[in-house]
Each structure stands twice: as structure tokens, then as C-alpha cells.
């Protein structure tokens, strides 16, 4: 919810739909899409992070994000990988349970690592965009919308 909505912020700073690679719906969508997750999710966030600033200070052209986007990005797609490994083998019955063990704590340890970066992503975008917005006088923007109405289950 939080990069659509980051996503769908983009054209009060002054960034037409037009001018995005990804729309909100495709920057979330793409995590989920086989193969294009590797690639597409960090390319979006980037533009997410390019584009979190008023448009007309965005004039030398596109600016390198922080060092800690492409380390994010990297930690993050060799823990699924080392996941995926361990996925595959934790079933084997001719691989021993050292192996196995010691893949599991190298996949967590990877997967660790990975969310602190993406803590210091989300949290670097959201900062640029409440800059932004105070900036420009847009005013806080409000959080995620309420259910319409309360979910009532009837008794069997």
C-alpha cells in the first residue's frame, strides 16, 4: 500500500503520469510477475525516489539514488535465491541436516540485512516526499483509506 501510494503522490511534485516508466498499480504488480521481479521493482523504486522531489529542482537530470538502494536491491534478490535453495533442499533426504541448516541461517541472515536497507529505502522516500509536500504546501497526506463499511460474517 505504502509505494502505491508514494507512486500515486508523484504528480502533485510535478511529474505527469505520462512521463513515468511504471504506474502505481505496475510498481507493485511487478514483485509478483516471474523474472521481472528481478529487475522491475528496483527500477521503480528508483524512479519513486528520482521523482519524490518538487519537479523544477530536478534539473541537472536523473540523479543517482544512495548507496544503500542498489545494496538493498542486491541483499534482497540473493536472499530469495538462497531461499529458494533452501526451500529445495530441506526436503532432500541425502543432504544432511548441517547443510541444510546452515543454508537456512545463511537465507535469514540475507533476509535480515535486506529488510534494514529496505527500512532506510521506504524511509528515505517517505522524508522526500514530507519535505516535499511541506515544501510546496501540499499538506500531510493522509494515511491508507477505511473500510467502507465493517465486514459482518453470518452464523452458520
Not at 522516500?125 to 510546496?136: D, L, N, P, W
Request: charged share 15%; with cysteine.
Amino acid at each position: 500500500m505504502w509505494l502505491y501510494r508514494s507512486y500515486c503522490n508523484l504528480p502533485a511534485f510535478g511529474t505527469p503520469r505520462r512521463n513515468l516508466n511504471y504506474s502505481p498499480g505496475w510498481a507493485v504488480g511487478s514483485f509478483f510477475v516471474p523474472f521481472a521481479n528481478l529487475v522491475i521493482p528496483y527500477r521503480a523504486l528508483k524512479e519513486l525516489w528520482q521523482n519524490s522531489i518538487p519537479g523544477d529542482e530536478n534539473f541537472f537530470g536523473e540523479i543517482s539514488p544512495p548507496s544503500w538502494f542498489p545494496l538493498w536491491w542486491g541483499f534482497w534478490v540473493v536472499s530469495n535465491i538462497v531461499g529458494n535453495i533452501y526451500f529445495r533442499i530441506a526436503f532432500n533426504e541425502n543432504i544432511s541436516r548441517e547443510v541444510i541448516t546452515g543454508v537456512g541461517v545463511i537465507s535469514d541472515s540475507l533476509s535480515i540485512v535486506a529488510a534494514v536497507f529496505a527500512v532506510a529505502v521506504v524511509g528515505d522516500i517517505t522524508k522526500r516526499q514530507e519535505e516535499a509536500s511541506v515544501k510546496m504546501k501540499l499538506g500531510r497526506h493522509a494515511g491508507p483509506p477505511l473500510p467502507a463499511a465493517p465486514l459482518v460474517l453470518a452464523n452458520p
